[in-house]
């Protein structure tokens, strides 16, 4: 599967279905959120990870902070108030399109549209705290792999990350369908049984090989906990990461 496939699949969600596409909750497609109510989810969140970090005593600086995967603004926008400055990076043109509509902040929120498997758009040890949850989860391995190092690149010494994955599915059967969905027999599969509409996949990485590659690549872990935020289905982790 190439990056453009990805792409191609969340900007049709972006187009169709955007709200529903982030957020999945099963009374809301169709376009049903109510948008504050929709908003108003990340701000709970950006507050319960930032208590987080509070009761694990971890120090975050508020100069700069990027939120990846930021969909139409859902949690970037619940960042702001807290950093000087919040950039959001997505994939798909039609959520950043939203996401500017929806931006009450003004230059302290600035969306980029990222094409790329990395993060060149950024220098080196750009931001104090990173933030991705929802998104590592939707796309092969390789690049959630490839991500996770670039925001080890992007973040300043003493900075801290903090994302979610789903290390296994509950069910183990599961784990047979990984290898396939990115190959073209799988796409081939989705456009005949899907048509136009988009397709909510999900991915997961081991916890063991995640804390591999991050300790590997000079990251410190605070910690991991379970998480929720994937689809029940899943058992999915939250970490918490400085370097
Ligand atoms: C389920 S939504 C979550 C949005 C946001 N994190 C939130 O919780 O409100 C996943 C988002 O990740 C974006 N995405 C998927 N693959 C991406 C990639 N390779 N780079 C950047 N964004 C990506 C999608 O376009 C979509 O907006």
């Given at each position: 599967?190439?990056?453009?496939?990805?792409?191609?699949?969340?900007?049709?969600?972006?187009?169709?279905?955007?709200?529903?596409?982030?957020?999945?909750?099963?009374?809301?497609?169709?376009?049903?959120?109510?948008?504050?109510?929709?908003?108003?989810?990340?701000?709970?969140?950006?507050?319960?990870?930032?208590?987080?970090?509070?009761?694990?005593?971890?120090?975050?600086?508020?100069?700069?902070?990027?939120?990846?995967?930021?969909?139409?603004?859902?949690?970037?926008?619940?960042?702001?108030?807290?950093?000087?400055?919040?950039?959001?990076?997505?994939?798909?043109?039609?959520?950043?399109?939203?996401?500017?509509?929806?931006?009450?902040?003004?230059?302290?929120?600035?969306?980029?549209?990222?094409?790329a498997d990395?993060?060149?758009?950024?220098?080196?040890?750009?931001?104090?705290?990173?933030?991705?949850?929802?998104?590592?989860?939707?796309?092969?391995?390789?690049f959630?792999?490839a991500?996770?190092?670039?925001?080890?690149?992007?973040?300043?010494?003493?900075?801290?990350?903090?994302?979610?994955?789903?290390?296994?599915?509950?069910?183990?059967?599961?784990?047979?369908?990984?290898?396939?969905?990115?190959?073209?027999?799988?796409?081939?599969?989705?456009?005949?049984?899907?048509?136009?509409?988009?397709?909510?996949?999900?991915?997961?990485?081991?916890?063991?090989?995640?804390?591999?590659?991050?300790?590997?690549?000079?990251?410190?872990?605070?910690?991991?906990?379970?998480?929720?935020?994937?689809?029940?289905?899943?058992?999915?982790?939250?970490?918490?990461?400085?370097?």
């Open positions: 599967m190439k990056l453009q496939d990805l792409q191609e699949n969340w900007n049709k969600f972006g187009e169709q279905d955007p709200l529903w596409g982030i957020l999945a909750w099963p009374d809301k497609s169709q376009n049903r959120w109510e948008i504050d109510a929709f908003f108003a989810t990340g701000v709970a969140e950006i507050e319960e990870v930032l208590a987080y970090l509070e009761r694990l005593d971890v120090q975050v600086a508020r100069e700069a902070a990027l939120d990846f995967g930021c969909g139409v603004g859902r949690l970037t926008q619940a960042l702001a108030p807290h950093f000087r400055v919040v950039h959001g990076v997505d994939i798909s043109p039609a959520m950043l399109a939203l996401a500017e509509q929806y931006n009450r902040f003004g230059d302290r929120c600035r969306y980029h549209l990222n094409e990395d993060l060149g758009l950024f220098a080196d040890g750009s931001f104090d705290f990173i933030y991705s949850n929802i998104t590592l989860q939707h796309m092969p391995p390789r959630a792999r991500y996770l190092l670039e925001f080890l690149r992007v973040l300043r010494p003493g900075g801290v990350l903090v994302f979610q994955i789903p290390s296994a599915p509950r069910q183990k059967w599961r784990l047979l369908l990984q290898p396939l969905k990115p190959t073209r027999l799988w796409r081939l599969y989705r456009r005949l049984r899907y048509n136009d509409r988009p397709v909510m996949e999900m991915y997961c990485i081991p916890k063991a090989r995640v804390l591999r590659l991050l300790r590997a690549h000079g990251a410190r872990v605070v910690d991991v906990q379970p998480d929720t935020s994937a689809d029940a289905a899943w058992i999915s982790y939250r970490y918490c990461v400085t370097r």
